[in-house]
Nanobody, 121 residues
Framework: QVQLVESGGGLVQTGGSLRLSCAPD????????MGWYRQVAGKERELVAN???????DYKDSVKGRFTISKDNARDAVYLHMNSLEPEDTAIYYC???????????????WGQGTQVTVSS
């Protein structure tokens, strides 16, 4: 079972920056897209940013201009560069990938374990 491994969360002051990283701990046959979601206790998990295999990106409106998603195809890794952080960005951030483990397998959704991002005011 391939899992996504995240790193880079932490505590930062308002206006600060963090970079989240995510990569699978095993080999995948193909990846259609990778992204970052976040969740606050009592609320649904929401999409923050997504990057497709062709490089097309999509962002939640409230993070546009502040967050940048990028990927390293050689490492099957995805990154989230977060600038001008606000207390409202405080959440657990989850990495997601839509990928095939083997060529004969269907596309599956893989998730990381989550990493806490806390922005103090």
């Amino acid at each position: 079972q391939v899992q996504l491994v995240e790193s880079g969360g932490g505590l930062v002051q308002t206006g600060g920056s963090l970079r989240l990283s995510c990569a699978p701990d095993g080999k995948l046959f193909s990846i259609e897209s990778m992204g970052w979601y976040r969740q606050v206790a009592g609320k649904e998990r929401e999409l923050v940013a997504n990057i497709a295999n062709d490089g097309t990106t999509d962002y939640k409106d409230s993070v546009k201009g502040r967050f940048t998603i990028s990927k390293d195809n050689a490492r099957d890794a995805v990154y989230l560069h977060m600038n001008s952080l606000e207390p409202e960005d405080t959440a657990i951030y989850y990495c997601n990938a839509r990928a095939r483990r083997y060529s004969t397998w269907p596309v599956l959704a893989l998730w990381g374990q989550g990493t806490q991002v806390t922005v103090s005011s």
